[in-house]
């Protein structure tokens, strides 16, 4: 059974500065891994998305790797400002069965401090 | 991208009454829509694939007569829970992925059962 863990539970960093977010799942075979944006009580935003074969995809001032057979990925985000404060999250996918089921992380919920 | 709405955001509701929730993708057909639940503090969890056409398929431990899905066209699904309790209050959360990889979410829905 896929399981995604996220680490740290919660960040809190002054505006301006670098951060990365950690992701981890316990199961390899994964078809493509994804960080989600949520703010409070309101939907998910796609931020990135990464095929297994992929090492790495960047968007503006993020970026997010893969290390498929560590099972882990990270999400950077450069320059960080108070409008990126929000929950991050991080979703696999599994590539058995042609299942489309995320497994989704608890989240990280990011604080940036003006 | 591709837009996914919900409504409602919120409901609130006396125990025993039911609830449905809509989910449409605005600008592009969806055979196959998910509906998550996320509990406080927990991580976003798959209920149901509803499919275009046929029945759902429901996720271990999820009561299909509790949670009615029915997808009658290619770009509405909906949620009804039925004779809602308290323990059914939670945010319930639709997605659909166009022709894309990525899955886009709807905004959510607040439930919570007096």
């Known amino acids: 059974k896929q399981e995604v863990t996220q680490i740290p539970a919660a960040l809190s960093v002054p505006e301006g500065e670098n951060l990365v977010l950690n992701c981890s799942f316990t199961?390899?075979?994964?078809?493509?891994l994804q960080w989600f944006r949520q703010d409070p009580g309101k939907g998910l935003t796609s931020l990135l998305l990464?095929?297994?074969?992929?090492r790495e995809q960047t968007s503006g001032r993020l970026n997010a790797s893969l290390d498929k057979s560590s099972g882990r990925s990270t999400l950077y985000i450069a320059a960080s400002q108070p409008g990126d404060s929000a929950t991050y999250l991080c979703?696999?996918?599994?590539?058995?069965?042609?299942?489309?089921?995320?497994?989704f992380g608890k989240g990280t919920k990011l604080t940036v401090n003006p | 991208g591709a837009v996914v709405s919900q409504h409602p955001s919120w409901v609130i509701c006396k125990s025993g009454t039911s609830v449905k929730i809509e989910c449409r993708s605005l600008?592009?057909?969806?055979?196959?829509m998910f509906w998550y639940r996320q509990f406080p503090k927990q991580s976003l969890m798959l209920m149901a694939t509803?499919?275009?056409?046929?029945?759902?398929?429901?996720e271990q431990g999820v009561e299909k007569d509790k949670f009615l899905i029915n997808h009658a066209s290619l770009t509405l699904s909906t949620l009804t829970v039925t004779s809602a309790h308290p323990e059914d209050s939670s945010f319930y959360i639709c997605?659909?992925?166009?022709?894309?990889?990525?899955?886009?979410f709807g905004s959510g829905t607040q439930l919570s059962v007096l």
């Open positions: 600008d592009f057909q969806a055979t196959t």
């Open positions: 509803s499919n275009e056409g046929s029945k759902a398929t429901y």
């Open positions: 199961d390899s075979a994964i078809y493509n």
């Open positions: 979703a696999v996918r599994g590539s058995q069965g042609g299942s489309e089921k995320l497994v």
């Open positions: 990464i095929q297994s074969s992929q």
């Open positions: 997605s659909a992925r166009p022709i894309t990889e990525k899955l886009f």
